[in-house]
């Protein structure tokens, strides 16, 4: 094989799956590299449990991957190559995680206590997650929120993803001199923050304005419905199967029972976003406090 056939490779440790890509044209790694930068997604030594090809012909399936066998996986490329990459090794991350719940959600830290803000997309959490960064919050992730399973929140650093109108992704750093060389330490989930849709229905009362603004609140959230809302937001793309082999004859009753306990140990809210940096003081307030502000 010539050296400008021999493939370039790429090891990351994704939460608790190795992932090893492999191929020929080292542009494809381009998104990759950027997306995961930070040290927590260094390999950890161990043999990877998956390892990918990519080549440059037409994907060969509609997911943009085919299985041959658990272990070893095929993949082709078509129109942006960079991005289906980075697509696909996160993708096969959330398929074989089997020590984490894996939730779609902003993750931040604020003085050792993990904050969630969970929602459906377009909800506003990238947004919301930035906004509290400039506040002093630490950055987990913008979209994904990994709870082990003895509850603890851990990093996920991953550039965040910030939704252009023409329904493109620009990825940002959220503090851009923040050192990535130290992996922050998990954390309990102190904070869960379940943000309203983007667009309530016409029977959902009017939201209080001030000069024509959608002002921020919070309300309560009961400790059951705060764990059923993350459990709907949790990303798996495991098979049933699979979920049965980490979580037993009732996967879903499992993975509850799991968050309602990391639930309980939370405070739990709704949350009507207004405009990202005035929510963002306000939930650093509450936060700081531990109770809401008399206005909210």
Not at 227 to 253: D, F, I, M, Y
Not at 258 to 283: N, V
Request: glycine share 10%; hydrophobic share 40%; net charge neutral.
């Amino acid at each position: 094989m010539s050296s400008a056939a021999s493939p370039h490779t790429r090891r990351f440790q994704l939460l608790d799956v190795g992932i090893e890509l492999s191929s020929s044209d080292p542009s494809h790694f381009s998104l990759v590299d950027r997306l995961f930068g930070a040290q927590e997604f260094r390999p950890d030594g161990r043999a990877p449990e998956i390892h990918a090809r990519f080549d440059g012909g037409p994907s060969p399936s509609a997911g943009g991957f085919e299985e041959p066998d658990p272990g070893h996986i095929h993949v082709g490329t078509s129109g942006d190559a960079p991005l289906e990459v980075a697509e696909w090794t996160f993708r096969a991350c959330l398929g074989r995680s089997s020590g984490f719940h894996i939730v779609h959600a902003g993750a931040l830290v604020r003085a050792g206590q993990g904050v969630l803000l969970v929602g459906p997309p377009f909800a506003g959490k990238t947004t919301l997650t930035l906004a509290l960064c400039q506040e002093g919050f630490e950055y987990f992730s913008d979209d994904v929120g990994p709870l082990d399973r003895g509850g603890l929140l851990h990093p996920f650093r991953r550039l965040a993803g910030v939704r252009l109108t023409e329904g493109r992704r620009d990825y940002v750093a959220p503090n851009p001199g923040a050192a990535l060389s130290v992996v922050p330490p998990a954390c309990p989930v102190a904070w869960i923050f379940l943000l309203e849709a983007p667009f309530p229905s016409a029977s959902s009362a009017p939201a209080r304005t001030r000069g024509g603004a959608v002002e921020a609140a919070v309300k309560p959230l009961s400790v059951s419905d705060a764990a059923l809302e993350v459990l709907r937001h949790t990303l798996n793309r495991a098979s049933r199967e699979e979920l049965r082999e980490r979580h037993g004859l009732h996967p879903h009753l499992q993975m509850l029972t799991e968050l309602l306990d990391i639930a309980a140990k939370a405070r739990c809210f709704r949350l009507r976003a207004g405009e990202p940096a005035s929510t963002a003081r306000m939930l650093r307030r509450l936060v700081d406090t531990g109770a809401p502000s008399p206005q909210d």
